[in-house]
């Protein structure tokens, strides 16, 4: 089975978000996947998603609010097979965290592009419009890989 980690700055906007969407498309693809998320910084740790990404993510289905920030850590490289970063801030910031010897694989979601930060641009929707199309392309992958 696949550990996949999503990563963004706070882990209370994007990379929760990404993680509900990417669960639910996985659990209806009938794909098995454990998966997380981390904030690079630990500003929001043990903190609920932000108040409007849990509302907006609420009107397209999915539910954060059970869920919890944390910080990622170096361990994170041996805990998942595929860590997915938002931006390349967040990418930057998990190379230089990478232990050396790691094998998990580590890149941005969105492949090429970033999920800007809807903490600044307060666009949620315009964030869980990528986070979707990002979560069906993982989707994508993995199927086409059989993993
Ligand atoms: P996220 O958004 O990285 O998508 O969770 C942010 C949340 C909080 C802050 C920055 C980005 N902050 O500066 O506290």
Known sequence: MQRILFVCLGNICRSPAA???F?????????RVATDSAGTSGWHVGEPPY???????ARRGYDLSALRARQVSADDFAAFDLVLAMDRSNLADLAALRPAASSAELALFLGQGEVPDPWYSRDFDAALDLIEEGADRVLARLGATGA
């Open 51 to 57: 108040g409007p990404m849990i509302a907006a993510a």
């Open 19 to 21: 993680e509900a969407v």
């Open 23 to 31: 669960a639910a498309r996985a659990r209806d693809a009938g794909l």
